[in-house]
């Protein structure tokens, strides 16, 4: 069974910096668009950033806008979400997941739509001091 297994997360003071990893027990990650999703305590979970199949197309939310890259690990089958000028409201669980049938989809394609992912991982802890 394919899996996803963030690492990465820690604490970190505010203005620091973190880069969080998304591996995959198979070569699901390469074969697919991925996504980064956050939830913080007593809130819903809420997008990150998103990448294409290619690699060629990224985005990040408008949260973290400026301080965030997704980008692709040259074996292919990691994704890494670097962010930096890191804040206490950065605070929560991060998780990867894989965009449903987007192998079939053209390279170019990734989604902001947590209803379109149909496999997550576990979530790494990022918590900013203050």
């Known amino acids: 069974q394919v899996q996803l297994v963030e690492s990465g997360g820690g604490l970190v003071q505010a203005g620091g910096s973190l880069k969080l990893s998304c591996a995959a027990s198979?070569?699901?990650?390469?074969?697919?668009?991925m996504g980064w999703f956050r939830q913080a305590p007593g809130k819903e979970r809420a997008f990150v950033a998103a990448?294409?199949?290619?690699?060629?197309?990224?985005y990040c939310a408008d949260s973290v806008k400026g301080r965030c890259t997704i980008s692709r690990g040259n074996a292919q089958n990691t994704v890494y979400l670097q962010m930096n000028s890191l804040k206490p409201e950065d605070t929560a669980v991060y998780y990867c997941?894989?965009?449903?049938?987007?192998?079939?989809?053209?390279?170019?394609?990734?989604?902001?739509?947590?209803?379109?992912?149909?496999?997550w991982g576990q979530g790494t802890q990022v918590t900013v001091s203050s």
């Open positions: 198979e070569r699901t990650v390469s074969s697919y668009a």
């Open positions: 990448i294409s199949r290619s690699g060629g197309n990224t």
């Open positions: 997941a894989r965009v449903q049938s987007s192998r079939y989809y053209a390279g170019t394609y990734y989604t902001t739509v947590a209803e379109q992912y149909d496999l």
